[in-house]
T-cell receptor
Framework: AQSVTQPDIHITVSEGASLELRCNYS??????LFWYVQSPGQGLQLLLK??????LVQGIKGFEAEFKRSQSSFNLRKPSVHWSDAAEYFCAVAPNYGGSQGNLIFGKGTKLSVKP | GAVVSQHPSWVICKSGTSVKIECRSL??????MFWYRQFPKQSLMLMAT?????????EQGVEKDKFLINHASLTLSTLTVTSAHPEDSSFYIC????????????FGPGTRLTVL
């Protein structure tokens, strides 16, 4: 069965420090890959997505993610974290049915706290 | 563009009553809408997929008679929690897939349901 693993439940970084959130997936073929951010009591906002092509994907708010097929990973990075980045981050995958997206499968999320 | 709204944003009800949650795509037509449930500090779990004009497809373990989904138009889907009980208290999030897209979903802001 398809699954998404976010090994870090909670990460705390200092403002201005770099950030990497890990995501690994289990799927037979290359799926569609997503990172979402959720602020408390809010819905999900798409940060970035990977469908095909360049394995380094740029997103909003200065985030980027790199797809590594050999490691089945899609880690999210940001070079310098801002206090407003404190939120819950979800990695998600969706099966790729020849260009049509299957249902999203979410990881359990990583809560990011930012120290002043 | 691609805005999805939910109404109400929060609701408190007595045990045994029914609650209806609306999900609207404001600036696009959505042939498919999804309903998710999120428990505190947990990930999103897909409850059901609804296609305009047809019956919803429920995920395993989701009671279709308890969570009634209607997708009567290309911009509106409703989720009715019937005879709600405290264990139904949760954060319900919808998403919508545009009519001309096979690999995009846009999320609503969520509805917090508390059953007393």
């Amino acid at each position: 069965a398809q699954s998404v693993t976010q090994p870090d439940i909670h990460i705390t970084v200092s403002e201005g420090a770099s950030l990497e959130l890990r995501c690994n997936y289990s799927y037979g073929a290359t799926p569609y890959l997503f990172w979402y951010v959720q602020s408390p009591g809010q819905g999900l906002q798409l940060l970035l997505k990977y469908f095909s092509g360049d394995t380094l994907v740029q997103g909003i708010k200065g985030f980027e993610a790199e797809f590594k097929r050999s490691q089945s990973s899609f880690n999210l990075r940001k070079p310098s974290v801002h206090w407003s980045d404190a939120a819950e981050y979800f990695c998600a995958v969706a099966p790729n049915y020849g260009g049509s997206q299957g249902n999203l499968i979410f990881g359990k999320g990583t809560k990011l706290s930012v120290k002043p | 563009g691609a805005v999805v709204s939910q109404h109400p944003s929060w609701v408190i009800c007595k045990s045994g009553t029914s609650v209806k949650i609306e999900c609207r795509s404001l600036d696009f037509q959505a042939t498919t809408m999804f309903w998710y449930r999120q428990f505190p500090k947990q990930s999103l779990m897909l409850m059901a997929t609804s296609n305009e004009g047809s019956k919803a497809t429920y995920e395993q373990g989701v009671e279709k008679d308890k969570f009634l989904i209607n997708h009567a138009s290309l911009t509106l889907s409703t989720l009715t929690v019937t005879s709600a009980h405290p264990e139904d208290s949760s954060f319900y999030i919808c998403s919508a897939r545009p009519r001309d897209s096979y690999n995009e979903q846009f999320f609503g802001p969520g509805t917090r349901l508390t059953v007393l």
